[in-house]
């Protein structure tokens, strides 16, 4: 079963804040992708990289950056925390097939 | 600009009966499809998916239907149990190399006693 772990489950920051989270695949993935769900707007994909120090902008890169220095790990960071980036985080993963792996999602609120 | 839309935010449905949900899309491109289910603090978990090349695909209780003539799919759920009710994502795909999937907004499906 492909593993997909995320650093924390909840997470309350302050504004102006740097905020890390942190996405591990245990399958040896090539692809991992970040989205935030909120309500009413489904997932929508913030960031993806489809091999080790590479990256790709998605639909809502705007105040997110990420780095890929390991194949397994995928971070996700926030610059500067803003209120409207209050949100469920969701880190997924995929290599050889279309489906992809979620992992269990952050709860981010800032404050 | 949508290009999946899931035009209906919410569903209910009584336990033991058929629950389907829809889902539209724009892009002529798109050639996979799938659905994905999310309860409550969870991340979604894959439930099935459909080639372009296909119109049906089953797996237990739950059966895809794609019309591409109408750029339309449906989630068949028979029957439907307590433990389906969830949020349903549909999404679409074009093969290529970063295998991007587009979700719709969401379905929350609602089984009633």
């Known amino acids: 079963d492909v593993k997909v772990t995320q650093s924390s489950r909840y997470l309350v920051k302050r504004t102006g804040e740097k905020v890390f989270l942190e996405c591990v695949q245990d399958m040896d993935h090539e692809n991992m992708f970040w989205y935030r769900q909120d309500p009413g707007l489904g997932l929508r994909l913030i960031y993806f990289s489809y091999d080790v120090k590479m990256k790709e902008k998605g639909d809502i890169p705007e105040g997110y950056s990420v780095s890929r220095e390991k194949k397994e790990r995928f971070s996700l960071i926030l610059e500067s925390a803003s209120t409207n980036q209050t949100s469920m985080y969701l880190c997924?993963?995929?290599?050889?097939?279309?489906?992809?792996?979620f992992g269990p999602g952050t709860r981010l609120t800032v404050t | 600009d949508q290009q999946v839309k899931q035009n209906s935010p919410s569903l209910s449905v009584q336990e033991g009966r058929i629950s389907i949900l829809n889902c539209d899309y724009t892009?002529?491109?798109?050639?996979?499809f799938l659905w994905y289910k999310k309860y409550p603090a969870e991340g979604p978990t894959f439930l099935i998916s459909i080639s372009s090349i296909k119109d049906k695909n089953e797996d237990g209780r739950f059966t895809v239907f794609l019309n591409k003539s109408a750029k339309h799919l449906s989630l068949h759920i028979v029957p439907s149990q307590p433990g389906d009710s969830a949020v349903y994502f549909c999404?679409?795909?074009?093969?290529?190399?970063?295998?991007?999937?587009?979700f719709g907004k969401g379905t929350r499906l609602h089984i009633l006693p």
């Open positions: 999404a679409a795909s074009v093969t290529n190399r970063d295998d991007k999937i587009i």
């Open positions: 892009n002529s491109m798109f050639d996979y």
């Open positions: 997924a993963t995929n290599g050889g097939v279309r489906e992809q792996y």
